[in-house]
């Protein structure tokens, strides 16, 4: 075992580089295992364990009041924590957590020019897995939180601010994954962001699940929020939200499902439940205020909506049995499209039903019982309303 404290230590496994206060304290137990640490600038802090064998570990701090904490258990795990880099990208009062059992894992946690920001990495009862977290660009008071068990399971998680110092921008992010199985992947992106959060969840073997808000513009967007579950096998999960105060929550329950969500404008809302197996939801917003509410229970059922509008449009659908379809279109001219609402709900199987309205306060709300039923319908202008009920087999 080799324990070392701060001080000047020639030893060819370890390199260690020192300013005024830093602290440093590093255990090694094993064989084969490598330590890199490199501390600039003033009371920064380091505290490294690792036990097992080549096991690798590097650590670079530039700035001050930064802390890192990392423990590796076992063999070939590699751990890398960066804060700050140049005198233009120091950090202050970062900190970073990294936990890691088992084999063969790989984590990553990189914050430049942030302060007051935390990233929490742990990977244990498995082999082969791999997370990685940024944070840069005068990000502060953010934090990203990544937890996987299992094997081979990636996590990316990456949050933005921009280059300006006087920018609002980049403050109050968060980002947690989690993952528990085998050959998961979530990837969650937030750029130029502020008040916003990415949350994934994922119980079960290969599924995936992405998440992006901002769009890297100078404003970026404010008080977005995604939140993604899935349980199961073989599940896909895709949110992208540009804007502000979109919020998106997306959850399935079974294997082989699929839900897509785009919004784009203000204050939009969709929320999707799946329980079963082979289900889909394809949803797209754009403008002010719209909404869409999404239940699918059953097997191989679809539901597919598009908004455009100024404000207030909604799509409410719901599927219980199995081979259901929906399809929702509200549009107007340059997106001039207000108040309009489809509601679509199948008890069955095989039943179809299909809408557009194009214009403002047009109604379409659909009942569909039974087993093969087929509606269409279409309204152009304002104020009209179709009701349907269908029952048969």
């Known amino acids: 075992m080799k324990k070392l404290v701060t001080g000047a230590f020639a030893l060819t496994a370890m390199g260690f580089t020192f300013a005024q206060e830093n602290n440093n304290n590093a255990t090694q137990a094993g064989s084969g295992n490598n330590l890199t640490v490199n501390q600039r600038l003033q009371e920064n802090k380091n505290v490294y364990t690792q036990v097992g064998a080549s096991n690798e570990g590097t650590v670079m701090q ?49 914050q430049l020019k942030t302060a007051d920001s935390d990233i929490m990495q742990t990977q244990v009862g498995g082999d082969n897995n791999w997370a990685s977290a940024s944070q840069s660009k005068n990000t502060s008071l953010s934090g990203i939180t990544q937890y996987q068990d299992g094997n081979d399971n990636v996590a990316t998680a990456t949050q933005e601010g921009n280059n300006s110092s006087a920018a ?49 513009s100078f404003s970026g967007g404010r008080g977005n929020s995604a939140e993604q579950f899935q349980d199961g096998d073989d599940n896909n999960a895709v949110i992208d939200q540009i804007g502000s105060n979109n919020m998106s929550y997306q959850l399935s329950d079974g294997n082989n499902n699929e839900s897509l969500g785009y919004q784009n404008g203000s204050d939009n809302n969709l929320e999707v439940r799946q329980v079963g197996d082979f289900n889909k939801t394809d949803s797209e917003q754009r403008g002010f205020d719209n909404s869409a509410t999404i239940n699918q229970t059953g097997n191989e059922n679809e539901a597919y909506s598009y908004q455009r509008g100024i404000s207030n449009n909604s799509v409410i659908v719901s599927q219980t049995g199995d081979g259901n379809i929906s399809n929702s279109n509200q549009d107007g001219i340059f997106g001039l499209s207000w108040d309009n609402e489809i509601s679509h709900t199948q008890n069955g199987d095989n039943n179809k039903s299909t809408d557009v309205q194009y214009g403002w306060n047009n109604t379409s709300t659909v009942s569909q019982t039974g087993i093969g039923n087929v509606h269409v319908g279409s309204q152009v202008g304002f104020n009209n309303n179709i009701t349907v009920t269908q029952s048969g087999n």
Request: charged share 20%; hydrophobic share 25%; net charge negative.
């Open 62 to 110: 530039h700035g001050r009041f930064n802390e890192n904490k990392t423990t590796q258990t076992g063999s070939d795990n590699t751990a890398t924590t960066t804060q700050g880099t140049s005198s233009a990208q120091f950090g202050l009062r970062n900190s970073v957590e990294q936990i890691q059992t088992g084999d063969d894992h790989t984590a990553t946690a990189s």
């Open 168 to 216: 609002v921008v980049g403050r109050l992010n968060d980002i947690d994954q989690r993952q528990e199985g085998d050959d998961n992947e979530a990837t969650a992106t937030q750029l130029v962001s502020a008040n916003s959060s990415i949350v994934q969840d994922q119980l079960g073997d290969r599924n995936m699940a992405t998440a992006t808000q901002g769009n890297g």
